[in-house]
């Protein structure tokens, strides 16, 4: 299996600051690789696919890089409702594994 | 919209069988274009696929489950089915319904379609 190290696990930030999370699998996945919000008791909402795609509705301070093993997840200007867990996943071959999560907190 | 609801029991005895169904609305579960996955999340951690089944029942399981994991669709109910056997504590999570693309269908490989997700309970 391919596996998935998110850093950091968390993360305290305030409304406005733009902040980082990274990705890194154990072997190069070819930029399938996805972002994901997961707020307390409620589904993961697909934030960007094929590392840096924009899913539609997503508002454009989330942006997403990277190749081979590592990938990055930037928010800009941070926003009150983005204060949640991020989750990545690769999507280059079965079994799809997921990062640990970084919790993302208000500080 | 295309919607997603699980459903099942929310409690299953140790030993048993775990069974969800996952409804799908506004929307055709017979599409060429997307699979239909289940992932799930034990009470605190982090989210593990755990299968998903294209509309004409060809299926990909994760090997850790895969002895115990059954899926099935039936798309004149435009639903599918997870079955998982001999269930233990450690089957204990919030279970996830979830469309998902593929690059040789010509949709993205991400789950951008969610339920909101089942309790599921093992305990005696």
């Known amino acids: 299996d391919i596996q998935m190290a998110q850093s950091p696990s968390s993360l305290s930030a305030s409304v406005g600051d733009r902040v980082t999370i990274t990705c890194r699998a154990s072997q190069s996945i070819s930029q399938f690789l996805n972002w994901y919000q997961q707020k307390p008791g409620r589904a993961p909402q697909l934030l960007i696919y094929t590392a840096s795609s924009l899913q539609g509705g997503v508002p454009s301070r989330f942006s997403g890089s990277g190749s081979g093993t590592d990938y990055t997840l930037t928010i800009n200007s941070l926003q009150p409702e983005d204060f949640a867990t991020y989750y990545c996943?690769?999507?280059?071959?079965?079994?799809?594994?997921f990062g640990q999560g970084t919790r993302l907190e208000i500080k | 919209q295309l919607q997603l609801q699980e459903s099942g029991p929310g409690l299953v005895k140790p030993s048993e069988t775990l069974s969800l169904t996952c409804s799908v609305s506004d929307g055709s579960i017979s599409s060429s274009y997307h699979l239909w996955g289940w992932i799930r999340q034990p009470p605190g951690k982090g989210l593990a696929w755990i299968g998903s089944?294209?509309?004409?029942?060809?299926?990909h399981y994760n090997p850790s489950l895969k002895s115990r994991l059954t899926m099935s669709i039936d798309t004149s109910k435009n639903q599918f089915s997870l079955k998982l056997t001999s269930v233990t504590a450690a089957d204990t999570a919030v279970y996830y319904c979830a469309r998902h693309g593929r690059w040789d269908l010509g949709t993205f490989d991400a789950f951008d379609i969610w339920g909101q997700g089942t309790v599921v309970t093992v305990s005696s």
């Open positions: 996943q690769q999507s280059y071959i079965t079994p799809y594994t």
């Open positions: 089944i294209y509309y004409d029942g060809n299926t």
